[in-house]
Nanobody
Framework: QVQLQESGPALVEPSQTLSLTCTVSDGSITRDYYYWTWIRQPRGKGLEWMGAIGYNSNTLYNPALKSRTFVSWDTSKNHFALQLSSVTPEDTAVYYC??????WGQGTQVTVSS
C-alpha cells in the first residue's frame, strides 16, 4: 500500500518561497499513469488543488497558482516536491500530498508570517 509523508518548514516568512517534500513509500513514484499531487486547505475553507507531476515528468498546475508554483520529483529518492514562491499570509494552510483519491499524506500545517 502506497504511503505518503509531507515534510518541510512549518513557518515561512512573507515573500519567501515555501518548499515541501513528499516521500513515497511502498511503491515506485514512476509507475505508469500515476500523478503525484499537491493540495492545500486553508482553515475554514475547502480543498484547493495546486499541481501535479506524473508520467514522463509531465506537470499540471492550477491556473490560479501557476505563476508561483513548481512541482518536481527526484526519482532516485522516490519523492516529489512543491515550491510556492512569493508567499503571503493567504497561503497559510494545511498542505497535503496525494495520489488519486485513495492515498493521501497526513498533511502539514504551514503558516506564513513574519
Amino acid at each position: 500500500q502506497v504511503q505518503l509523508q509531507e515534510s518541510g518548514p512549518a513557518l515561512v516568512e512573507p515573500s519567501q518561497t515555501l518548499s515541501l517534500t513528499c516521500t513515497v513509500s511502498d511503491g515506485s513514484i514512476t509507475r505508469d499513469y500515476y500523478y503525484w499531487t499537491w493540495i492545500r486547505q486553508p482553515r475554514g475553507k475547502g480543498l484547493e488543488w495546486m499541481g501535479a507531476i506524473g508520467y514522463n515528468s509531465n506537470t499540471l498546475y492550477n491556473p490560479a497558482l501557476k505563476s508561483r508554483t513548481f512541482v518536481s520529483w527526484d526519482t532516485s529518492k522516490n519523492h516529489f516536491a512543491l515550491q510556492l514562491s512569493s508567499v503571503t499570509p493567504e497561503d497559510t494552510a494545511v498542505y497535503y500530498c496525494a495520489t488519486g483519491a485513495t492515498y493521501w499524506g497526513q498533511g502539514t500545517q504551514v503558516t506564513v508570517s513574519s
